[in-house]
Structure formats: C-alpha cells, structure tokens
C-alpha cells in the first residue's frame, strides 16, 4: 500500500514536473551545459561547441535574423539566403508589376547581376551572447518600484552596452530573460545589401493559403533565395553596384538523404515570443475571455473585407496581405483555445500550483519568501481581467479602421508645426508622406467605411458604458448610418491626392482644418477615454502582475529543481530539438509524419485561388521527372517534427543529427498553436518543407541549377 502510494506520487510528479521530453527554446551557448547529453541520446552525433562556438566557425553563423521578423539560412560558400516565401513575399511583391507579375509567376536570376536590391531589406548574424545578468542587477533592491527598478536596469545595460568590445561593424543590444531574473548581451553583425534571387509562383509558395494554414497534413513550398552582399573586403555595406557576394564564416551543407520517422532534428532561429509560465488564471483568461474577443473581432473585419474581395478584383489585390495577416493570427487564436481546452492547460497549470503550494508550505525559507505568491497572482490576475478585455477591444478595432491612423499621421503633422515650427513640420513631411503613399495603396475608403460601421457597432454593445468613448456613443444613437456620413464626408482622409494638397499647403492651414476635423474629434476622443478608463488602471495592475510573474518565475526554479528551464521567446537566438513524428489529432485519427506531391495533386482544384497547381508541376509529376530529389518513385513535400517553435521560427533551418540542412520550418499544426503557452509532445508539432522539394522546385521546376552548384548536396545515410 505505502509503496504504491509513492510510486504513484512518484509517476505523478515526473509527468507533471519534469522537463517535458522535448519542450524548450534554449539559448545556443548553453546548450552544452544544459542540453548536450539529452541532444545525444535523441540521436545528435555533433557537439554543443559544433553549434555555438566563439572560438571556430559553428552553425550559429550561418544563421540570420531575416529582416527582424523572420530566419534564414547561409546555403552556399557566396552568400546565399534561404527563407520562406512568406518571409520574402513583401520584396517579392514589391518588384511585381502586372508585366512582371513575381507573386503569380515567381521570380528566378538568371546570374548574380539579375539578382534584385531590396531597400531597408537586412541579415543579421550573432557574433556571441554573453551573460550579463549581474552588471544588470547590481544595485536593484526588492523593495523598489517597478518604475525605479527598470530606471535602475536601464542606467546599467547603457553602461554595459558602451562598455561591450566590438568592431567597428558590430553592434549590441541585451535583452531581459526569465521574466527579468536574467539578462544577455548580444553581439550582433548587419548587412544591408540584401537581394532577391528567386520565389517559386505563390501557387507553389502559398499553395492552399488560408485554408491550409495552421493545418497539417500541408503541402506548400514555402521558401524563397536571397543573397548577401558585401563591401570588396566582405564586410557590411550599403547598397552597391560594387559590392560583391559575401562569404560567410559558415554555409549550411544540405542531406538529400531524407528524413525517417523518429529522426532527431532540431530548429535554429529566431522564435517571437511565448508565456511559458502564468499561472493558472491567466491561461483561463486567455482561452476564455482574450482570445474568444479577438476572434469575434476578427471574424467580422474578415467578413466585411472578404465580401469586397470578391466582388472586386481590385481591392482583392488592395487587401490580400492585409487579410492575410489578419487572418493568420484569427485562426492560430482558434487553434490556441482548441488546443487549451482539449489538453486541459489550466487544469495542469492547477496541479503544478498545488505541487508548488505544497513544496512551498513544507520548507521555511521558500515559505517566509513565496508562502502568498499563489494568492497575489490571482487577485491580479481577477483585477485585471476587465482591464485587458478592453484594452483588447480598443486595439483590435481602432486598428482595423484605417481612417483614425490616417488622421492620426496628419495629426502628427500638425503637432510637429506647433511644437517645432516650419523646420519640425519639414522633417516630418518626408516621413508622413512616404508613409501615406504606401498606406494608401493598400486603403479603400468603402472598405474601411464598413468597418467603421461594424466595428465601432461590437466596440459600443459589447461593452460596459464606463470604457466607451462617449461621442462614438452619441454618434451611434444618432445612427451608425449618419455617423458614418459625417466621417467618411470627410473625404480629405480618404483620398491620397487631397490629403497631399493638404501636407504640400501652409501649415497654418493644415493646423485649422485639423482644429475642425470630426475624424480626428473622435479619434481623440476614442483614445482619451481608453487613457483615463483602461489605461491608467491597467499600467498600475500590470506592474503588480510583472512583479508577482518575475517573483513566480524564480520561485519556479528554486521549487521545482529537477526541472532544467528554458527562458520564453523574445526574439532572440535559440535551438529547440526533438524528432520527426506524427500525431494523434483527435480519437480514431493519426496524422503521418510526411507529405509527397501525390498529396498536391489530390489538393489540385483548376483555377481556384486557393489550390491551383501551375501547369509545369503537374508536367513534372506525370513524367515522375524528379531528378535526384524523389525517394522510391515520391516527390517528398513536407514533415513535421516535435521542435518547439513559434512566430518568428518560419524560415528557420531544420537540421538533422549532423547538422545537415533538412527543411524549413513555416508552420505550427491546428491542434498544438497553443504551444506558445503550454506545449504538449502529444500533439504540439512544427512544419518543415522538406529541402529535396525546395531543390526539385529550383532545379526541375525553375531550371536554377546554377545555384544548385553552388550549394554542397551530402549523403549522411549513404555511408
Ligand atoms: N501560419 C504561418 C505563420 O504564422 C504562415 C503564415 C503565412 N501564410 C498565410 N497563409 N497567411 O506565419
Ligand atoms: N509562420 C510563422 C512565422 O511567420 C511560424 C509558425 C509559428 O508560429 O510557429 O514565424
């Protein structure tokens, strides 16, 4: 009986606590610390130091933060990028005209000097991370405010931020981890010159866009190939026509051997952000309160712009990557709460409390230190629940309607005249007119007139009368009709030509039209009432919670000490592990670990928007003309694995046990987006292009084999 009961204890706290097997984004020069072994004994055959080195050339300096939202990868000894087409679509759209349409047909250089500049486009490589948590801190006290505290860590990171050795072409930055417990410093290097070498057609790169994305079993090549330049010494430069392909420190060599169920991997890059570690209830909050008015949101300015898009050719172009993006994070929520509920997180994140509660009690010290932690939380967490619902409903909606960020550029304007005169209002014309004619492209005033009406309709039922902005309230008692006439009358905002007589004009001018303005009256208005309900409110509960979450996270670590952590994502460097494995989705449902082209041909709809298949792939997979690329008479397209990853991992290399480049990671599947906030092996899965169909496509499909050539093909498995 006692034996039992301990062993049961025993299985207990072994599922619930230690380090889930293959959960974590850890940071590469500690890997060897933490990491090696449990890398080896999945299957890694190279060391932590072949990884993260500062001594030698590793696999670190192959890889690049991607224009600060994505990954990439050097592939080839002259600099060549490889990244998704996702993460490339915005220069790829940017050089597409309907003549050269690159987004439809794709793009591909015939040599270097096609290959196309990309203004503001850059790659940055890490030259080391160092430990700098102890310069950080020094002189923080616990019983400092919140405020004094960052004053306090502020003053010391500029300091050790000066004091960094680098070269001249390097920069630094630290960044907090462990909610603040900890803090690195990153060296880092940049090149700005950074071209487009070629992206298949989106038929290819965003094949079954929405519908499939966030889904598996998938079956899109999603990459794209840039190229490096550099100064004649290979060091960073601007662009130009002089500089040459840079040669990196180290390029990735690429197995064509393939991927098998169970094959350890593991993802290099980038990831965004996670909250690994609230407690219970502010996961509840998420799942039930956050993401459900997000959705709701969403769904209706997806409604809205969709019901344009297909009436009108032109505003489908117009709002293609608008509704994308607003899309994407629409459906991962959907997935999250999914996700949340199936897997019980908040029941699991209960039973550790109770585990913590329980350890806690039982130990003096931890109790004199943590012994009300629990009971701090929640009382923050129940005092800002309200709070953060309506900050939730401020931001969703007065971002989607366009016309307030018009007036608000405008504005700004005007601001800079009264505040700095004629030379303040010169300086900022520049930037309020780039910034307008690149908004405008993509704005339509009877778009965002709808949206106006159906947003501002959720933003003043959906919620108590203390946080609504009272002129959107008389305005909607008036009728949302006529509210919308006086608005959009205002037809300066809404028209690129007129709002530019306006900047061009006198200041004094633009100063009295403003004074006037009912758009901006209610943006003002919309915005002070958020101030003054919400915002005061919220910043003074968040500093509560920011404490209380830095205190919970070190007292995880000091609780649960046979557990080793993983600091959340925050956008900087980090190598997450596992193996390359199919899912259980649901009860009487298995997912394979692998996709082939016969799979894109079963998705092949002739002509629809979604999953037309151009006409040479299909020649190709008749003809079974794969090249070296096929495995038993297949064309391999995608896989998943189980690498923790997240937004900001898509154009991360996935490497095999040697370090060779597999895939590319583009996604997360339907059933494990949650795992930014609880990550389940069971069904939390990432998903990779695998590297032979990123070949094949560039090779047979494109006719690119020059940089194929370039590239160094292995067989690790051919011995
Ligand atoms: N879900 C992926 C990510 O979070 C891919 C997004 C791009 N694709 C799309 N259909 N919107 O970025
Ligand atoms: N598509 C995501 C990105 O752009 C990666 C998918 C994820 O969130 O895991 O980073």
Same mark, same amino acid.
Do not use: W
């Given at each position: 009986m006692k034996h039992s009961k301990i062993l049961f204890l025993l299985i207990f706290i072994t599922n619930a606590f230690v380090a889930k097997a293959d959960e974590g984004m850890w940071l590469p020069q500690l890997l060897g610390k933490l990491n090696e072994s449990r890398m080896k004994s999945l299957g890694m055959k190279i060391s932590a130091e072949d990884i993260y080195s500062i001594n030698k050339g590793s696999l670190k300096d192959a890889i690049v933060s991607f224009g600060g939202f994505c990954t990439?990868? /050097?592939?080839?000894?002259?600099?060549? /990028?490889?990244?998704?087409?996702?993460?490339? %679509?915005? $220069?790829?759209?940017?050089?597409?005209?309907?003549?050269?349409?690159?987004i439809r047909d794709g793009f591909w250089s015939k040599t270097n000097a096609d290959e196309i500049p990309n203004k503001g486009l850059f790659a940055t490589f890490i030259v080391r991370i160092d430990d700098v948590s102890k310069e950080a801190l020094a002189g923080v006290t616990a019983n400092m405010s919140e405020a004094e505290r960052m004053a306090a860590i502020d003053k010391n990171l500029q300091q050790i931020n000066k004091n960094t050795k680098k070269e001249a072409t390097q920069k630094s930055f630290t960044r907090g981890f462990f909610e603040g417990n900890q803090y690195y410093l990153f060296v880092t290097e940049t090149y700005n010159d950074v071209r487009l070498v070629g992206a298949p057609p989106s038929a290819i790169g965003n094949f079954g866009k929405d519908t499939d994305n966030w889904v598996w079993p998938r079956h899109t090549g999603d990459f794209s190939m840039f190229r490096i330049y550099a100064s004649k010494d290979n060091k960073p430069a601007d662009y130009s026509v002089d500089n040459v392909p840079f040669t990196p420190k180290k390029s990735l060599n690429i197995s064509i051997d393939g991927i098998a169920e169970n094959d350890f991997t593991m993802v290099f890059g980038f990831p965004g952000r996670t909250t690994e570690y609230l407690y219970s209830a502010a996961v509840e909050q998420i799942r039930t309160v956050n993401d459900p008015a997000k959705i709701a949101i969403r769904d209706k300015a997806l409604n809205i712009i969709d019901g344009f898009m297909r009436k009108d050719e032109g505003i489908k172009i117009q709002y293609a990557a608008k509704y994308a993006s607003i899309q994407n994070a629409y459906k991962k929520w959907q997935g999250? /709460?999914?996700?949340?509920?199936?897997?019980?997180?908040?029941?699991?994140?209960?039973?550790?409390?109770i585990e913590f509660q329980k350890r806690v009690d039982a130990n003096p010290s931890l109790k004199e230190k943590y012994g009300t932690l629990l009971q701090t939380l929640e009382a923050g967490y129940a005092d800002i629940k309200s709070l953060v619902l309506a900050r939730d409903y401020y931001q969703e909606i007065v971002s989607k309607i366009e016309i307030f960020t018009i007036v608000a550029q405008l504005n700004s304007l005007a601001n800079a005249f009264e505040k700095n005169g004629q030379k303040g209002f010169d300086e900022a014309k520049l930037k309020v007119k780039a910034m307008l004619e690149d908004f405008m492209k993509e704005f339509n005033p009877k778009v965002d007139r709808k949206l106006f009406e159906g947003l501002m309709e959720m933003y003043v039922k959906n919620q108590p009368a203390n946080v609504v902005s009272p002129m959107v309230k008389t305005l909607y008692d008036n009728g949302i009709a006529a509210a919308a006439d006086k608005i959009y009358g205002e037809n300066t905002f809404t028209d690129l030509s007129k709002l530019n007589v306006l900047i061009d004009g006198k200041p004094e001018d633009l100063v009295a039209f403003m004074k006037t303005s009912n758009t901006l009256a209610l943006q003002k208005d919309l915005l002070a009432t958020y101030q003054t309900a919400v915002q005061k409110d919220l910043t003074a509960v968040q500093n509560r919670i920011t404490l209380a979450q830095r205190t919970y996270m070190q007292a995880q670590m000091d609780v649960f000490k046979e557990k080793t952590f993983f600091p959340d994502a925050n956008s900087t460097l980090r190598v997450t592990f596992g193996k390359v494995q199919g899912y259980k989705p649901r009860d009487g449902v298995y997912f394979d670990f692998k996709t082939d082209l016969d799979g894109v041909m079963e998705k092949y709809k002739p002509g629809d928007y979604e999953f037309?298949?151009?006409?040479?792939?299909?020649?190709?997979? *008749?003809? *079974?003309?794969?090249?070296?690329?096929?495995? $038993?008479?297949?064309?391999?397209?995608? %896989?998943?694995?189980?690498?923790?990853?997240?937004g900001g991992n898509s154009g991360s290399p996935a490497l095999d046990a040697y370090g060779n480049l597999i895939g590319l990671n583009f996604d997360r599947v339907w059933e494990g987006t949650m795992s930014d906030i609880n990550y389940d092996p069971t069904i939390c899965r990432n998903i990779m292009v695998d590297i032979r169909y990123v070949l094949f496509i560039v090779d047979k499909f494109a006719g690119a084999d020059w940089l194929v050539k370039e590239m160094k093909l292995v067989h690790p498995k051919k011995k």
């Open positions: 990439g990868e /050097v592939i080839s000894t002259k600099g060549l /990028v490889l990244t998704n087409h996702h993460c490339g %679509f915005d $220069a790829i759209q940017n050089h597409s005209t309907l003549q050269n349409n690159y999250e /709460v999914l996700g949340l509920t199936r897997t019980d997180g908040v029941g699991r994140k209960k039973t550790q409390e037309d298949v151009p006409e040479k792939l299909r020649t190709l997979y *008749k003809n *079974k003309d794969y090249g070296q690329y096929s495995v $038993a008479g297949k064309m391999p397209v995608c %896989f998943i694995a189980t690498n923790h990853t997240t």
